[in-house]
């Protein structure tokens, strides 16, 4: 088997590698949407009722209830936020092994075109020299 083909199933190893890495980014980036969505949508709730709030003219107990509902609505939003920040990292790791897999995959496929290219220098040396042979024995045979 030639150098450029063992190559190649090296290169289609590590395209498959790459492809995994690239979904894995893609849900990873889709969680930080999904998260970031959630956290808007928290924020927007505790805006809403916190205008509302206003608007009502409530109680002292009912204040104070509404109150504790309020600080629940921001303890979300801060837990939203911490697990808005996780899913950032984690697809910044993601793109971090998806760029170092792309790299190895293109030096990998560039290595096997080197050698691709080498091959067939060498079988074009071959046929050049077949060539002046028979080219030879045709003029000697003339003689």
Do not use: C
């Not at 290169?11 to 949407?33: F, I, P, W, Y």
């Not at 999904?34 to 009912?62: F, I, M, P, T, V």
């Not at 790299?103 to 002046?132: F, G, N, P």
Request: no cysteine.
């Amino acid at each position: 088997m030639k150098k450029s083909r063992r190559m190649q199933i090296l290169v289609d190893l590590a395209q498959r590698k790459e492809d995994l890495a690239a979904k894995q980014l893609a849900r990873d980036k889709a969680k930080v949407q999904h998260d970031l969505q959630k956290l808007n949508e928290l924020k927007d709730y505790a805006g809403q009722y916190e205008s509302e709030r206003n608007l009502l003219g409530l109680s002292a107990y009912l204040t104070t209830n509404y109150q504790h509902f309020v600080d629940r609505v921001q303890q979300a939003i801060v837990q939203q936020e911490a697990a808005v920040g996780r899913a950032e990292q984690q697809a910044d790791m993601s793109m971090r092994r998806w760029l170092q897999t792309r790299t190895k995959t293109k030096s990998m496929d560039w290595l096997k075109e080197k050698s691709h290219k080498a091959e067939l220098a060498v079988e074009a040396k071959q046929e050049q020299r077949q060539s002046d042979e028979f080219a030879m024995r045709r003029f000697l045979d003339s003689m």
